[in-house]
Each structure stands twice: as C-alpha cells, then as structure tokens.
C-alpha cells in the first residue's frame, strides 16, 4: 500500500479496532486502507465509516453505487470481509476468482493468520462491491 491508512472517522470504529486481537487488527487496517484506495480510483464518492452490527462498515452513502462493506474477525479466528447476503459479490468472486479465497457462503471472504492478501484479488472484489449498484442498476441494499 501506498500511503498511511486515514484517520478513523468515527471514535466507535476506532475502539473496535483497538479491541481486536493484534494479528486481525494489523490485516484488517490493511484492507481498510485498500477499501479507501479502492473508493478513490473507483470514482465512487466519500466512503462513510461506521459502525453496523458491531463491526467497521465502509459505504457509499453519496453516491450509493455500492453494497455496504464491513470487517470482523470470526469467533473462531482470522479476520473476514463481509458484503450483503443478498448480493452477487461473492458469488461473483467465486466465479471469477475461484480458491483464491476462502468463502463463507454468500456474505463473506475469510482469511486465517497467515493469509497474505496482497496475494489475492481482493482490490477487484472490493471494486466489485463498491460499484455493486451502479454496475446492477439497482436500488440500494
């Protein structure tokens, strides 16, 4: 990555991350920074970071071209990056990508302690989501 993540815009989400365990902090402040790199050579408007269910959500709250994207990590380790359910952007990934990541199901990619994912595509799947409506002409979910 290029330059030094940006500043939390909100003091709740800056705590979530202070809690996490060390490992999933460092790797998911290094997606996060991918998230607002992602936003700008994308051209998708301000990202709006907040909290939703508990866990740092990224939006696109301007311009609405994208799904909600949100980090965590999972009770039983790693760190994860979440979509909504109900959109096409894992099933997309998993097309697209195939084993280059590990999914649960609709919602999520996940990683153990290990992943390095500057190996991944993960750049392109955050593209994916933050341009899921603009690119579907649908209403926002």
Known sequence: MNSANPPFQNDAVAEVFACLPAVARASLLEIRQLIFEVAETEGVGPIEETLKWGQPAYLTSQSKSGTSVRLGAPKF?????????????????????????????????????????????????????????????????
């Open 77 to 141: 380790g790693g760190y994860a990056l979440y979509v909504h359910c109900q959109t096409t952007v894992i099933s997309d990934a998993r097309t697209a990508f195939g084993d280059a990541f590990t999914y649960e199901g609709n919602r999520a990619v996940l990683f153990d302690a290990q992943s390095c994912i500057s190996n991944t595509p993960l750049a392109l799947l955050i593209a994916s989501a933050l341009t899921y409506h603009r690119r579907n002409k649908k209403g926002p979910r």
